[in-house]
């Protein structure tokens, strides 16, 4: 049996912390972010770069809008944390010439469309962790 997707977005948002914090809280309380979370994940199960995109935009313009644009650190997490994020990634081998060999292994067959989407929102979760985090646990209850 299959889970429905507003309790799968509900499970996957939940073992990223989002109860740690009031803020992280409103992922689940608040219904209109909620139903962007869903959204991301249609986008999600599309495989399609752009929806992931369009979906993940969406959610940082309306936690922006509430004030609580550090929410927008579970949507990086949401896509990061992926089939598309490599299993397993083997150290970088020296090719002769100056090339380089990268090796890595994912949990199941992947496009290159859902690696791009991984290795996007590695980025944006990179780029935005240490702040968005700090913001979060500064309102911690």
């Known amino acids: ?10 499970q996957k948002l939940l073992t990223h912390g989002v109860k740690n914090t ?7 309380t608040d219904k209109r972010l909620f139903l962007l979370f869903v959204r991301l994940e249609r986008a999600r199960r599309s495989k399609c770069f752009e929806a992931v995109q369009a979906a993940v935009c969406a959610i940082e313009t309306y936690a922006k809008s509430i004030g ?31 090339g380089v060999r990268k090796i890595k292994e994912y949990r199941r067959p992947v496009t290159d469309e859902e690696i791009t989407i991984a290795a996007w929102a590695r980025v944006k979760f990179d780029r935005y962790e240490n702040s968005f985090f700090r913001a979060l646990y500064s309102n911690r209850r």
């Open 68 to 98: 609580k644009r550090q929410v927008a650190i579970f949507a990086y997490m949401y896509m990061r944390f992926s089939d598309g994020t490599p299993k397993m990634t083997h150290l970088d081998e020296t090719l002769e010439g100056g």
């Open 1 to 10: 049996m299959s889970l429905s997707i507003y309790h799968a977005t509900k």
């Open 22 to 28: 009031e803020d992280g809280n409103l992922t689940l």
